[in-house]
């Protein structure tokens, strides 16, 4: 039991970097710290004190944790994974040292998954599992009122030792809670970073809408238009943590709200964080009618299924190029039939796939297609099918992005379970857990044979000549690259690239460096795709 009757109304809400800034990386600025906001909205509405501290735009965020802290209600920190992970775990520590008495919760995938890490090296004195924004509800009630949180759903928490799971919560619905309390967000600050970049490599940056016209500034805004996800695949911890199930706000409300939020925050982009916007078919369709109506005023961009709009009819597709969607996200993950049944996906890739992407590319809005290789098992031409369909994709949609990434054994998956009865030693400290998982370009942790490596890291290379990205040399040498690099996806061909060996000749000899060469970063987590072959 905690006891805080001697204890202000102040929640401190804390959310980790998402990448080492000691790296010279860092996240996306139009990353809003929406998980934070969304459990912010029951307290906050019964009348807290309530405070974001987000590492990313708060260069003092320990000095100013610290002051929050002292005398506070409650620690909460929520965090996904990677250095997000290790960072949070860091400042918790620290801040428990200071404050011994300080109720400290944990929520977000991470934590869902490996509460006992969390409980176990006394950061937590409880960690929420699955959708936080009631059940954060009912721990802040708790630990004011001094219950034991043993008694709060959707928890779990030590006891005697031992790690105890409390009542199930089941997944609500948007009407069961309040609004998201906009007022805790100081938009300024991210449209500050969006706009000034500095010397940071980006990581999960969004290509901006093709056609911006010329000296248009972006402000994105983000927003979590719906839970969960109903889809099964094996890589993914959606399926267990949130049961499947998919909560949204109707295609209606989530056109009202932006409206407001546009008015209030004046953003001309919205990038939706949803892990799957586009279930619906018909909330899709209101949601573009709605914007339409009112003149398209922004763009944006979201998550879709492939076989969901292969299911989609076509007067749907063109609301979305009407209402300005500027890019669809898709997850293809497998380039074979027998791989894309074993992760569940299922993804008919002799006809939906092209299908699916063509409908979207022919209307003018990007494609952004995710595959993965080296799932727990897959033998190599497995890998190589995918990489091969990959290319395929990236021949035939030109300038939209298929992007590789390796396996990543993640926590509460199908293919978690299934890597460690293959033998992998997962993580087991916050430090270990902390320096994996990270998507980019390091397989240390899964086994890619090294074949497979080479193939992959030359179609990255041979990917960024085709979409013209290179900026040096005269204009038809890169007009021959492009012409060459579109032969080799198509044939799946990537031996003796001796043209790009000459061109990393010709880099290196103006003094330029591999990452100066490119022009831009397209891709959704890889930051730059390297040039050297
Ligand atoms: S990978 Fe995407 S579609 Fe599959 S379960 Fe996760 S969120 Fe859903």
């Not at 959310?15 to 000691?22: G, K, Y």
């Not at 928490?157 to 619905?173: A, F, K, N, S």
């Not at 490599?201 to 805004?221: C, E, N, S, Y």
């Not at 060469?517 to 040039?531: E, H, I, K, Q, W």
Request: negative net charge.
């Amino acid at each position: 039991m905690i006891h805080a009757s001697s204890r202000s109304k102040r929640i401190v809400l804390f959310l980790p970097h998402r990448a080492d800034p000691d790296e010279g990386v860092r996240v996306a600025a139009d990353l809003l710290p929406l998980e934070l906001l969304q459990i912010a909205s029951v307290p906050y509405s019964e009348g807290y004190e309530v405070h974001v501290v987000d590492a990313m735009v708060e260069p003092d965020y320990m000095a100013k944790l610290e002051e929050l802290c002292d005398g506070a209600l409650l620690f909460a920190g929520s965090c996904i994974l990677g250095f997000q992970v290790v960072h949070g775990a860091r400042v918790a520590r620290r801040l428990r040292e200071r404050f011994p008495d300080l109720p400290m919760v944990w929520g977000g995938w991470f934590p869902s998954v490996v509460p006992e890490l969390y409980l176990r090296e006394g950061i937590a004195d409880a960690v929420g599992l699955g959708q936080g924004e009631l059940t954060f509800g009912d721990v802040v009630r708790a630990i004011e009122s001094g219950e034991p949180l043993g008694s709060v759903p959707g928890l779990a928490v030590l006891e005697d030792g031992q790690v105890r799971y409390t009542d199930h919560r089941p997944v609500v619905g948007f009407d069961k809670f309040p609004k998201v309390p906009w007022d805790l967000l100081d938009f300024e600050k991210y449209v500050h970073l969006q706009q000034n970049p500095g010397r940071a490599k980006i990581r999960h940056k969004l290509p901006d809408p093709l056609g911006l016209p010329a000296g248009t500034k972006l402000r994105t805004f983000s927003y979590f238009s719906s839970f969960g996800c109903p889809e099964p695949c094996t890589f993914c911890c959606s399926p267990r943590v949130t049961g499947r199930r998919w909560k949204a706000l109707t295609g209606k409300d989530l056109a009202e709200d932006l409206f407001e939020l546009q008015d209030r925050f004046k953003f001309n982009h919205v990038r939706f964080q949803d892990a799957n916007f586009g279930v619906a078919e018909k909330r899709s369709n209101e949601f573009c009618e709605a914007l339409i109506e009112a003149g398209s005023p922004y763009w944006w961009n979201a998550t879709y299924e492939v076989e969901t709009i292969a299911r989609y009819k076509e007067a749907s597709c063109d609301l979305l190029r009407d209402a300005k969607c500027h890019l669809v996200i898709l997850g293809a993950e497998a380039g074979s039939k027998e791989q894309q049944e074993r992760i569940k996906k299922k993804i008919d890739l002799d006809t939906n796939l092209e299908l699916a992407l063509g409908r979207i590319y022919e209307r003018g809005i990007q494609t952004g297609t995710t595959w993965i290789i080296g799932y727990p098992g897959e033998e190599a031409p497995s890998m190589v099918a995918t990489i091969d369909m990959a290319a395929k994709m990236k021949h035939r949609f030109p300038g939209s992005a298929s992007d590789i990434f390796p396996f990543r054994p993640i926590p509460g998956t199908e293919d978690f379970d299934e890597s460690v009865k293959l033998g992998y030693q997962p993580p087991r400290t916050f430090e270990e857990w902390g320096s994996c998982l990270e998507y980019k370009y390091e397989t240390n942790d899964i086994s890619i044979p090294e074949e497979i490596e080479l193939r992959w890291r030359r179609y990255g290379s041979t990917a960024t000549f085709y979409d013209g990205l290179t900026k040096h040399g005269s204009s038809w040498v890169r007009r021959a690259m492009q012409r060459m690099s579109g032969w080799r996806l198509a044939h799946g061909e990537y031996r003796f690239p001796i043209e790009q060996k000459l061109y990393d000749l010709y880099v290196r000899a103006s003094g330029k460096s591999e990452a100066d060469a490119v022009r831009a970063d397209r891709t959704s987590g890889v930051t730059p795709n390297p040039v050297s072959s």
